[in-house]
């Protein structure tokens, strides 16, 4: 069983900047694919950014330019570094796994492991 451990929510300003980060096990940040998703009040799970295991990132277009997902092998971390945050991007924030797909996806179906989330609260 893969445990993810999110941290680094809060509240924060429109136009602020939080960096959220994901502690897992070595071999799941250094073989698996893992991505960033986000839950607001009211609304379906979204995906926000997907990095590879070889380091390959895709985002979604609502946070292009200003979120950055990232990992740190030798640390076991996840982290998705978030610039000009608005009120629209107020959710829970969820890291996740996927093992068995290892594709730059994001469906949620394609992901087999998640974090408990972060809440991450805009205001303007």
């Known amino acids: 069983q893969v445990q993810l451990v999110e941290s680094g929510g809060g509240s924060v300003q429109a136009g602020g900047s939080l960096r959220l980060s994901c502690v897992t096990s070595?071999?799941?940040?250094?073989?698996?694919?893992m991505a960033w998703f986000r839950q607001a009040p009211g609304k379906g799970r979204e995906g926000v950014a997907v990095?590879?295991?070889?380091?390959?990132?895709v985002y979604a277009n609502s946070v292009k330019g200003r979120f950055t997902i990232s990992k740190d092998n030798a640390k076991n971390t996840l982290y998705l570094q978030m610039f000009s945050l608005k009120p629209e991007d107020t959710a829970m924030y969820y890291c996740?796994?996927?093992?068995?797909?290892?594709?730059?996806?994001?469906?949620?179906?394609?992901?087999?492991?998640w974090g408990q989330g972060s809440q991450v609260t805009v205001s303007s």
């Open positions: 990095i590879s295991k070889f380091g390959d990132t």
């Open positions: 070595t071999y799941a940040v250094s073989n698996y694919y």
């Open positions: 996740a796994a996927d093992n068995r797909h290892q594709v730059m996806s994001f469906a949620e179906s394609d992901f087999d492991y």
